[in-house]
């Protein structure tokens, strides 16, 4: 699909939220995992769209300011959302390392996330690819959601290596 056939533009903002202790910060919904983030509105700033997207998902507030992201997923959707409509999407993943507790009376969760039963959990970074990968066995990946997870978690193991 060339540039040009793109109608649409979707872009978010994720965050690996890691602890001192090597843990990451998982979402978890309609049996599947991701990263906390969203999508970014309409006229609204990568940073402040991360820093709102985060405090909805976990209670916390995060400072974002000087934040830069590691890496950017591109991808292009033919006829998505529907006919006719061709979608880019950008998404843009940051590192926050923090050890506060969400604080799940101060969450804002949209109703689909309500709906998947949306939680948090911690997983030990060095499990994490394989917790991710025996939920692909258990649930599929129909998304696509946990592929691009693992394809960020080999970039940001490349990283902090």
Known sequence: MLESDINNEVTRVKALIITSDNKILLGHSHCE???????????????PALKRELEEETGLVFDTE??????????????????????KL??????????????????NYTDEELDGNFSLRYVPLDIVKCVINDNINTCGDVEGIAEEMLEILDCFFKINV
Do not use: C, M, W
Not at 74 to 83: G, I, R
Not at 90 to 107: A, E, G, S
């Open 90 to 107: 950008l998404i843009y993943y940051y590192v926050i390392k923090d050890d506060r507790v969400p604080i799940l009376k101060n969450t």
């Open 66 to 87: 000087n934040l830069e992201a590691f890496a950017v997923l591109k991808k292009y959707f033919k006829d998505y959302p529907s006919n006719g409509i061709n979608t």
């Open 33 to 47: 995992y991701q990263f906390p983030g969203g999508h970014v509105e309409n006229n609204e700033a990568l940073l």
